[in-house]
């Protein structure tokens, strides 16, 4: 999946506005013009499309926990490093912390989404990468917990 579709299907599921999105950069530090916005929610084939980039995508999962859970003084700044990928297990665990999801809500939404997965396949999805049972987390999963939040939180 792109950073963009990421983008695009959390808007959407989350039923936030474009006011909201840019409040949400804002919260995380990172000042976005409308412009720029709308560039990165058009499909490819639209004239003006702009890929979305890894640090824009992970300002914007920052500032939704902020927005979502409050600042905390206990929390290290996310690394910014330039050439730094973001990886579909970055984006599943911020997503779990910013909706303040237990493993079985998450294994509910998936289920919404039909996908089964076991508590200890979920698990590892969350463990850090480099140790032993760290699997990590495909287009596929990522796309149907997506589609799982979207009938959540809009049907």
């Not at 000042?31 to 890929?51: C, D, Q, T, V, W």
């Not at 914007?60 to 910014?80: M, Q, Y």
């Not at 912390?97 to 237990?102: E, F």
């Not at 493993?103 to 032993?132: H, P, T, W």
């Amino acid at each position: 999946m792109t950073n963009n579709d990421v983008l695009r299907r959390l808007r959407y599921a989350l039923n936030i506005t474009d006011n909201k999105v840019l409040e949400i950069f804002k919260l995380a530090g990172y000042e976005m013009a409308r412009p720029e916005l709308e560039s990165i929610f058009k499909k490819e084939e639209e004239e003006g499309y702009a890929e979305c980039a890894d640090l824009v995508l992970d300002r914007f999962l920052e500032g939704l926990v902020i927005n979502r859970r409050g600042k905390s003084e206990h929390a290290k700044p996310a690394d910014a490093s330039p050439g730094r990928r973001i990886t579909n297990n970055e984006i599943l665990k911020r997503l779990r912390i910013a909706l303040q999801l237990r493993d079985e809500d998450i294994m509910a939404i998936l289920a919404l989404a039909g996908v089964q997965l076991s508590k200890s396949e979920l698990s590892a999805l969350f463990r850090r990468e480099g140790q032993a049972n760290y699997r990590p987390c495909g287009d596929q999963v990522l796309r149907n917990f997506l589609v799982g939040l979207t009938t959540k939180y809009r049907v």
